[in-house]
């Protein structure tokens, strides 16, 4: 048990005074590249055992990917009061970091794997990929009147488009390296804008690795970081990059997308393989930027650490895809 | 005499600390986290390599190409923020082979090269427009030797 577990043992004394909770075992979870996360066994004093994962922030200065985590908080208990899509119970928050290091949220560890996993061990994928169609299709159908207040709502599909790809230029502007291809694909991209669908919850990673699955129980959506209201065909568009086998996606797109559409009222000519190829563009632009931001920090006083030039080829990488897009499209 | 030590290459020296990090320390490693910071570190290094090799010929040549596309749209639709770029270009010293000279003046054209970009959309220049395409398609051909060797790590 590495220095979290003692606090994290004191953080549960401050929530729940009356349980004496003491921490038994908690370890770190490798993988993912944005937050820190850990698996902590907790036994309270009545002899009950629970496991919870906790999700924090790395320490400033470090990392790539940021997010705002009391956003996520709010979306994350938000969510059951507007969507029968399931979640992991978010139990607490340390919203100052005062207990846990950095702000950190505490939420039930699910008995279940990931559908990735599930979908790599399976003979035939098919009734996975369907699961996981049906699952993002649900999320995509919230009511976005139930969700926090906060997160920002763009007029409209068409002004929430604009602001993406204003977004490009603002980068292009930032950043040199990547201004030739980034100007490029933004004025590409607008010439060819697909026809506007209404504005939806995106989860904003969406792959199977983020859909939990159990013995018995429905999927659990996790890492609600990147959650925005915009544009639902981001989500099917980012999963297409998604580089783990297998991606379903590209076992059969015309499976992927009729049963999206099915499950979304949404016509041929608003999602089809041309349209979710273009919507990789406008799906990866917050992270795209976050990548620059990284590479320009690198050399610096306070350095991001080792993902960010690590990740200098997942740039080149997205010129390469965002290119190629605007050929086979054009 | 010589004045460095021409042989092993910056490349090659790179590349022995690679073979170095993957088959004399990473064995020795129990932590998972740690595991995976030195195979992402190894994957720098390995690009470093490659770039050390070429990147000075890389940006030089493309300099050239970037700068003689800016000129050709200048004289087509020339616009203030083209010519001022492409003033901007020009400056410094052009035959130094310092890799900070180098990589300045490389930006500086890609900068030019971009404000010819827009100048040619903003014409409705689709010949231009083109031009601007194929350089690029060099542009990424040469990102993807960098990352030739490139595998998500750690997801």
Redesign the interface.
């Known amino acids: 048990m590495d220095a979290l577990g003692p606090r994290f043992e004191r953080f549960l004394a401050a929530v729940e005074p009356d349980r004496a909770g003491r921490v038994i075992a908690c370890e ?1 979870i ?4 944005s937050r820190i996360s850990a698996r902590a066994l907790v036994r309270w004093g009545g002899g009950a055992e629970e496991t919870f994962i906790l999700r924090g922030d790395p320490p400033p200065g470090s990392g790539v990917f940021t997010s705002d985590r009391d956003a996520e908080w709010d979306l994350l208990t938000a969510l059951p009061g507007a969507t029968s899509i399931a979640t992991p119970a978010a139990r607490w928050y340390d919203r100052s970091g005062e207990y846990l290091g950095s702000k950190a949220i505490v939420m039930d560890c699910a008995a279940a794997v990931s559908l990735q996993d599930e979908m790599a061990r399976a003979a035939d994928a098919g009734p996975l990929a369907d699961l996981f169609v049906d699952t993002f299709a649900h999320v995509h159908q919230t009511p976005l009147d139930l969700l926090p207040a906060r997160m920002p709502r763009p007029p409209d599909g068409p002004a929430y488009l604009d602001g993406v790809l204003a977004g490009y230029d603002r980068m ?1 502007g930032e950043y ?2 990547s ?3 980034l ?2 694909v933004s ?1 590409w991209a607008r010439a060819h804008q697909p026809p506007p669908v209404p504005l939806a919850l995106v989860h904003g990673d969406c792959q199977p ?1 983020n859909v939990l699955v159990g013995p018995a129980g429905p999927p659990l959506v996790i890492d609600w970081e990147f959650g925005h209201i915009g544009d639902p065909r981001e989500d099917l568009g980012y999963y297409t990059q998604i ?2 086998q297998p991606n379903v996606y590209w076992a059969d797109p015309e499976r992927f997308l009729g049963r999206y559409r099915a499950a979304t009222g949404l016509t041929e000519e608003q999602v089809n393989p041309r349209v979710v190829d273009y919507f990789l563009i406008i799906g990866m632009a917050a992270l795209l930027e976050q990548l620059l931001v990284a590479a320009a920090a690198i050399g610096a006083a306070e350095r991001p650490g ?2 960010a ?2 990740l ?2 997942a740039i ?2 997205q ?2 895809m965002f ?1 190629a897009i ?2 086979r499209l054009s | 005499m010589p004045i460095v030590i021409t042989r092993p290459t910056t490349d090659a020296l790179i590349e022995d600390c690679c073979r170095e990090l993957m088959e004399g320390i990473l064995p020795g490693l129990t932590d ?2 740690l595991k ?2 030195l195979i ?2 190894e ?2 290094l390995r ?1 470093a390599a490659v770039r050390a090799a070429h990147e000075i010929a890389w940006m030089r040549e493309e300099t050239t190409a970037l700068l003689g596309y800016a000129g050709r749209v200048a004289e087509r639709h020339g616009s203030e923020a083209l010519r001022a770029a492409l003033a901007e270009a020009e400056a410094g010293p052009p035959d130094s082979l310092h890799l900070a000279d180098v990589a300045d003046r490389y ?1 500086r054209a ?2 030019a ?2 404000a010819a ?2 100048a040619a ?1 903003e014409a409705g220049d689709a010949a231009m ?1 083109a031009q ?2 194929e ?3 060099d ?2 051909a040469t ?2 030797e ?2 030739a060797t ?1 595998e ?1 790590v ?2």
């Open positions: 770190a490798t993988g993912g590249y292009a040199p390296s201004a030739p291809v100007r490029y004025w690795s580089p783990l080792i993902l030039p690590y200098i080829n080149s990488h010129h390469d290119l605007c050929d | 998972e986290t995976l910071r992402m570190t994957t720098v690009n930006e890609g900068q090269f971009t970009l827009v959309q427009v601007a395409r350089l690029l398609r542009r990424i990102e993807k960098v990352m490139y998500v750690g997801r």
